[in-house]
């Protein structure tokens, strides 16, 4: 990862929380009246912009680097 510092939409530190809650993309789109298709390209949005391999590493990445997820 480059030195720039990383930024997340409210809607992508909305998901990744509900990630580190143990949500499911389906469950966080009922949740949060996206389509989970939607859901499911920030997911991977957010994979990318902290180069995370899945879900559970993009939530500690989030997490080691400060992000406030809630």
Known sequence: ????????TEDE???VA?????HTANRIA??????????ARKILNCRQKLEARNNAELVA??????????
């Open 30 to 39: 009922a949740t949060t009246e996206l389509r989970p298709a939607s859901v």
């Open 18 to 22: 509900l990630l580190a809650q143990g």
């Open 13 to 15: 530190r909305t998901i």
């Open 1 to 8: 990862m480059d030195n720039s510092p990383v930024t997340l």
């Open 61 to 70: 990445k989030a997490v080691g680097l400060g992000l406030r997820l809630a």
